[in-house]
């Protein structure tokens, strides 16, 4: 079968490190799923510090993975990011080293400003914390996450390092692609986070018949859309089964014709997730869910 591509390509970041294209979410993921997905060949491990399980702190759960999957730690790419209730020079620094801890590891491949929060407008002094920490070889890569082109351009005239990457809503129906062609013309890599719109990919009349065509499933071209696209992607899934799905996407090549239909499916209410201009939310995941919680009662 011929193969067009791999799930363990890479991109080359502005600064030269290489980062996995295909990476793992892991939003409530435990240790062994993680484990399994980093020991069957995903290399880019995301977390950030709000994410949370029930009893235990996702970065933990991500530390363990890591220890216990039996590779040289210089084989895996994690990424973890700075949450909103830590903006600011010294808090970021404190978070960083929280993070470090939790995870278990001396270096982070790549630490992002989770949200902007222009309420808060505190992102500068955050950014030059991790400017600091990218200096010390802390970090081997920053960037930010969720930034509209302004905010990254107000970075580029009050700060020194322009981000590497940026990790954005991206999907087949939101693929925001203004915010696409500006990354690509400042040398920014994005990185599509909820690639699968949880599941919704599978609902398209148009995606399901591309996927005939071509004898895959909807996620498949989902995966190898973003593939194409040079777009970093970071399903997330409790499923074995699920993430094998989405490795099996590279045995096929979308022809250009599909690639422009498929550009076309995006529009401006295809947001499933927070929108960056009003989102401000400073508990993290764990107190969000305690509150919910908490209303239902
Ligand atoms: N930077 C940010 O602000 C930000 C925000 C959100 C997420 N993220 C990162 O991006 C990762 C992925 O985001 P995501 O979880 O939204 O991604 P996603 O891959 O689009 O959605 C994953 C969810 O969709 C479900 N799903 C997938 N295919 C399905 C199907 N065919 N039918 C039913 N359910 C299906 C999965 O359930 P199963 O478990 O059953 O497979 C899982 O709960 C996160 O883990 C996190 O690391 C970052």
Not at 18 to 34: A, D, L, N, S, W
Not at 35 to 59: H, V
Not at 79 to 97: C, D, I, M, R
Request: glycine share 6%; hydrophobic share 35%.
């Amino acid at each position: 079968m011929a193969q067009y591509g791999s799930f363990q390509d890479t991109v080359t970041l502005s600064n030269g490190v290489k980062m996995p294209q295909f990476g793992f979410g892991t939003v409530f993921i435990r240790e062994p799923m993680i484990r399994w997905a980093i020991q069957n060949g995903l290399r880019n491990i995301d977390t950030a510090t709000d994410y949370a399980n029930d009893e235990t702190i996702g970065e933990e759960e991500v530390g363990m993975a890591i220890k216990n999957c039996g590779l040289p730690r210089e084989d895996v790419f994690v990424t973890t990011k700075v949450w909103n209730s830590s903006h600011g020079y010294e808090e970021t620094l404190k978070a960083f080293e929280v993070s470090r801890k939790a995870l278990q590891l001396d270096y982070i491949d790549l630490y992002l400003i989770h949200w902007p929060c222009p309420l808060y407008d505190k992102y500068i002094d955050t950014w030059k914390a991790l400017e600091k920490l990218y200096k010390e070889g802390l970090v081997r890569a920053i960037g930010v996450s969720n930034f509209m082109p302004e905010w990254i351009e107000r970075i580029k005239n009050e700060c020194e390092i322009l981000p590497m990457v940026n990790q954005m809503e991206c999907h087949l129906f939101y693929q925001q692609r203004d915010v696409l062609e500006y990354c690509r013309a400042n040398g920014i890599q994005m990185e599509a986070y909820s690639p699968m719109a949880h599941g919704k990919i599978n609902d398209s009349f148009l995606v399901q018949s591309i996927a005939k065509k071509y004898g895959k499933t909807c996620s498949q071209i989902a995966i190898r859309f973003l593939y194409q696209e040079k777009i970093c992607f970071i399903p997330r899934s409790t499923k074995e089964s699920r993430i094998l799905e989405y490795m099996d996407s590279f045995d096929f090549c979308l022809e250009e014709e599909d690639m422009q239909i498929l550009r076309s499916l995006s529009t401006a209410k295809g947001r499933i997730g927070e929108d960056p201009y009003v989102f401000n939310e400073l508990k993290n995941l764990k107190e969000q869910i305690a509150e919910r919680e908490a209303n239902k009662k």
